[in-house]
């Protein structure tokens, strides 16, 4: 999942033109005036002074698609799916979807920003077209092509990079990645910061995420968002084997268990999503899940689906603030 981001950047030569016109008279049909010469060529001088000094509008950028040209500094980006990363950076694209709009850790940076009308995939290709944006940021392989038709195109695969790769590769594509390398670090930083105390509370002790989806439990390691790349990659806490070894120590992303498989998987501690409108009394009310030793130790952490589910820069700050919290009451 981690790859190398190789980036080029070219600027735009310039060049001006001058056409020198020859004066013909009756005495001296092979000379002009010097001081017409003098002023032409200071004529020159400054018109190509002037087009070399003009400010480079584009770059050229490295993606999975090959290097593309893209504006220096856009103003109008459409991004289709990620949108947590651009705000982090004080960026604000005038469209984006709805699955990072209702992230709840984002709602307060959010206004102005319309919301991709999804309709079907004639309505969002007619409101990206008549927005006229400089820059339009996909996930989507099938639409590159469409994309690339209105406007410099970026495709960035889900999963093709760690959440650091991704912010930094963003903060390259806007010229701003020592602004995400700073933001990275303060992160970092405070997450680092909290591990010995954290990791003196758990101990030996397992940790793992569980999500319920109508009819169905999903258990994820440190590479599918809910905060576990803090929990596993940052502060080094164990997972059940089960888990442990596909999704953290690999790159296993998560699995769907059964409900009477659910022990082999559930840890000391559980980090515990519900996916909104499902009903998860199956689950809850069942002797299996209450026979867990997280449960009746009540070491479980309800979390917001919808906000948890989000790996960009600014959700993990928040996530990171609410195990911080969780794992506290526990000292």
Known sequence: MKHHIIKKISAIIFSATFVATVFAGCSSNNSQPVSSAAAEKSELSVASSESTSQPTTTKIFSTVKGDIEIPVNPQKIVSDFYLGEFLALDIKPIIASDYALNNPFLSDLVSGIQPLNTTSAETSLEMITAAQPDLIVTLKEEDYDTYSKIAPTVLIPY???????LFLYIGEMLGKKEDAQKYLDTFNAKALAAKPEIQSIVGEQTVSIVEVWPKELYVMGSHFGRGGMILYDLWQLKAPEKIQKPMVDEAGVYEVVSLETLPEYAGDFIAYGVLADTDS???????????????KNAKIMPYEQVAFMHSDPISLNKQLEIYIDFFRKFK
């Open 159 to 165: 999963g093709a990079y760690s959440e650091d790769e």
């Open 281 to 295: 009394a199956y689950l809850e009310d069942s002797n299996i899940w209450q026979g867990l030793p997280s449960v």
